[in-house]
């Protein structure tokens, strides 16, 4: 029977251990907007990023805690990762970015709402979008002294 976790692959990465830790900082701060997604009363809709509950409340609570169990998921993945299967770094690091490319362009062009406020998060991507090409391209780079996998 196969295990559930298998070895660490640590010893095969030779990317920047920037990225790798880069990625857990990354988990953590998806764990954390996951949990509030997840758990708050009103998973942050309203306490945090002010949508109007009057109408379709159980529903936009219900797609926050969605997203929360998801960017729970995501982030713990993230983690075990940057932990344990370093190999992998830059494959998540690419995915992440694919990720934060696709929510800016919806919170920006393509889907930007009626009024001017965006969610946090649409201000956050902005920011980590080239912070995690940064990563990626330094997973990338082959450490000196690094011996290959």
Known sequence: ???LLPDSTNHAY???LVSAWGLTL???LTVGPGAIHAFLPDGGAGVIAGLDLTHNATTIIGVFAWVGATQIVWGLTMLAVS???RSLVPLLLALILVERLIIALNQWVFKPGDG????????ATLVLLP???LLLALALKRRQGAASA
């Not at 406020?117 to 201000?123: G, I, N």
């Open 83 to 85: 932990w344990r299967w």
């Open 26 to 28: 990354l988990g953590i």
């Open 116 to 123: 001017p406020d965006h969610p946090p998060e649409a201000y």
């Open 1 to 3: 029977m196969a295990a």
């Open 14 to 16: 030779d990317g920047s």
């Open 131 to 133: 912070i995690v090409a």
